[in-house]
């Protein structure tokens, strides 16, 4: 066999083979494109991160979202790794609940596409039998168009949080009202001191749109917090050394602190959101 030199080339547009051959043999190797799952992820533990994260070479918290999912997964979709993309992201000990969060799983080198397209439908059960921190739903196959629409998801929706909250102060039924009434509220928030590390500094105006809260004693109550996407609950509660502002804390003449936050909610639109958020009255106590 004579000398030839071949480029790459690709097999039904998604199979590419990337191997040559040389004088007297050929060797090929053929490498799936990669392709992407879509759905909708609720994480029930306080201990997992959204990706392994590492922090000062060790690792914070003993799983991920990223590795719950990819785990169940592999076998049905035969591939070798994946990468993970999601729609804003909660800080490891805040729980995604509700209708959930949308991800998308982009696999690397699939080999099992055949029966995977079949199966994507059932990513939802598959996972259920093989993790009980991270549920996902709504899976789907999708193109790389998709990371349009995760990041619309990330920037144009409201989020509706719950959040544990002691005061230092005697809290008051007349207390709890007077957060009831607040709407619309505008917040000033400079870049949180626990992110400036990776974010820059620059000061975001947020919007609280509505808070709905349940006395439980004079120093604890429950707040449902209903704001603009990215708005850092967290330093609204507590101030962040006066770096939010307006704050809980200057609201109620106290210090404030938050003990527990979940995510119930990511609303499409703001109509929707405030007609959910007036008729959820019934405030359930949170999981410790």
């Given at each position: ?9 690709k097999?039904?547009e998604r199979?590419?083979v990337v191997?040559l051959?040389?004088?007297d043999?050929i ?6 494109e ?7 992820y609720t ?6 991160s959204?990706?392994k ?5 060790k ?7 990223q ?10 979709i035969?591939t ?5 993309h999601?729609g804003?992201r ?7 609940l ?11 080198n699939?080999?099992?596409m055949?029966?995977?397209q079949?199966?994507v439908?059932?990513?939802g059960k598959i996972?259920?039998?093989k993790?009980?921190?991270?549920y996902i739903?709504?899976t789907?196959?999708v193109?790389?168009t ?13 989020k509706e ?6 005061t ?6 007349e207390?709890?009202?007077?957060l009831?009434?607040i ?18 500094l620059k000061t975001?105006i947020?919007?609280i749109y ?18 603009s ?10 101030g ?30 703001i109509s929707?959101?405030?007609d959910q ?8 106590i949170?999981?410790?």
């Amino acid at each position: 066999m004579g000398e030839t030199n071949f480029a790459k080339m690709k097999i039904n547009e998604r199979i590419k083979v990337v191997n040559l051959l040389t004088k007297d043999h050929i060797s090929l190797y053929c490498k799936h494109e990669n392709t992407f799952v879509y759905g909708m992820y609720t994480k029930e533990s306080r201990e997992i991160s959204q990706v392994k994260w590492m922090l000062e070479e060790k690792r914070r918290g003993f799983s991920s979202i990223q590795e719950e999912i990819f785990n169940s997964l592999k076998d049905a979709i035969g591939t070798e790794s994946c990468l993970f993309h999601a729609g804003g992201r909660e800080y490891i000990d805040v729980r995604m609940l509700g209708s959930g969060r949308a991800f998308l799983l982009e696999c690397i080198n699939p080999s099992k596409m055949g029966s995977a397209q079949l199966q994507v439908a059932e990513f939802g059960k598959i996972m259920e039998k093989k993790s009980q921190l991270v549920y996902i739903k709504d899976t789907k196959w999708v193109d790389k168009t998709y990371f349009e629409v995760l990041k619309n998801k990330e920037t144009d929706k409201m989020k509706e949080q719950r959040c544990v909250v002691w005061t230092e102060k005697k809290f008051t039924r007349e207390g709890a009202k007077k957060l009831n009434d607040i709407i619309n509220l505008q917040v000033n928030q400079k870049t949180p001191i626990r992110v400036l590390h990776r974010r820059c500094l620059k000061t975001r105006i947020k919007i609280i749109y509505g808070l709905r809260c349940e006395w439980i004693n004079e120093h604890f109550f429950l707040l449902d917090v209903l704001s603009s996407a990215g708005t850092y609950i967290k330093e609204f509660i507590h101030g962040d050394l006066g770096r939010t502002s307006p704050n809980l804390c200057l609201l109620l003449n106290s210090e404030c602190d938050i003990l527990q936050l979940d995510v119930i909610n990511l609303h499409k639109s703001i109509s929707n959101a405030r007609d959910q958020f007036k008729g959820s009255k019934q405030l359930a106590i949170m999981q410790l």
